[in-house]
């Protein structure tokens, strides 16, 4: 553990989850989706719990604010648009790749020395027409490298290796393990590699919304609100151009969300309400109806959260049904789907 003084791990075991959504098609259930959720109020207290919101799970990218707040207290000198780059799963569009080349300039490197994985842009449409134009996966374009240059930023600012930096060992990944027990409240469960090949951290969804919220109170000019900050001015930089997390953070003022793979969601208001969100199966079309779903139940306006129901299910080319979330999410939901 990286810590004593910190509530204990969570227990790693197989997450109870619970249906959150399900998928009608002409008011017949064709699918349910399960898995968890958790609604902090302004207090800190969980309002609203679904599924298993205490099992060790992994956050996959819904922790790279963190990540980001724990770069900035080890002396990353970024702000604005490169601070929300420093944060992103971004979609491999022009703006990002220049924003990486920027932040290893002033780290006097290159993309040579970048450590994450190669990869095709993350927004399919760039992804097509980078393939189009005959180019290949590059460490540049992988969703993470933002982050991966700010870590060697970092590095090299304290006078740490560079080739090592995403060893769970290294005093980076330590620095940065020590902040997420820190805004999670909790100890570390496991560590593991996330597919960029940076050191992923296992905590609980609980511990997940309670970073978020720590981040959106914290005061001015702290790393936390440098971060929230940056990520809501900038939003298409932490993500993308039609990026789904992008437009609900426009949509909601104040809102700080950052999505993972694997059906992860997480967000937060700058007064501490919270929610994140974790599907079972990993299925994307049900993350942002159910996050939706959970800000509204923060008390946050369903008006504003519309757009964010989900894409209808077509049949034929045309709508016949959605992806709903369940009752003890959206009080609205009919029961006969009819």
Known sequence: MYGSSLAQAP??????HTPVAHLVREGVIEGIHYGSVVVLGADGNVDLQIGDIEAAFYPRSALKPVQAVAMLRAGLPLD???????????????????????ILERAQLTEDDLRNVPDLPYDPVVRESWVRQGRLPSRLAQNCSGKHAAMLYTAKLNGWSLDDCLDPAHPL????????EDLTGQAIAKVT??????????????????????????????????????????????????????????????????????????????DGRAVAVKIADGAN????PVAAAALARAGVDPAALAEFAGEPLLGGGRPVGSVR??????????PTYS
């Open 80 to 102: 604005g648009q490169l601070l929300s780059l420093a944060a992103a799963s971004h979609s491999g569009e022009e703006r990002h790749l220049a924003g990486t080349r920027r």
């Open 193 to 270: 590699v996330d597919g960029c090949g940076a050191p992923l951290f296992s905590v609980s969804l609980h511990g997940l919304a309670r970073a978020a919220a720590r981040i959106t109170t914290a005061p001015t000019g702290t790393p936390e609100a440098r971060v929230a900050d940056a990520m809501r001015e900038h939003a298409e930089m932490a993500s993308g151009s039609g990026r789904d997390v992008a437009a609900l953070m426009r949509a909601v003022p104040g809102l700080l969300a950052k999505d993972g793979f694997e059906g992860v969601q997480v967000a937060a208001l700058p």
């Open 325 to 334: 979330p369940v009752r003890a999410l959206d009080p609205l939901t009919q």
């Open 285 to 288: 079309r049900a993350r942002i």
């Open 173 to 180: 990944q330590q620095a940065i393990a020590e902040i997420v």
């Open 11 to 16: 227990v790693i075991r197989e997450p109870l």
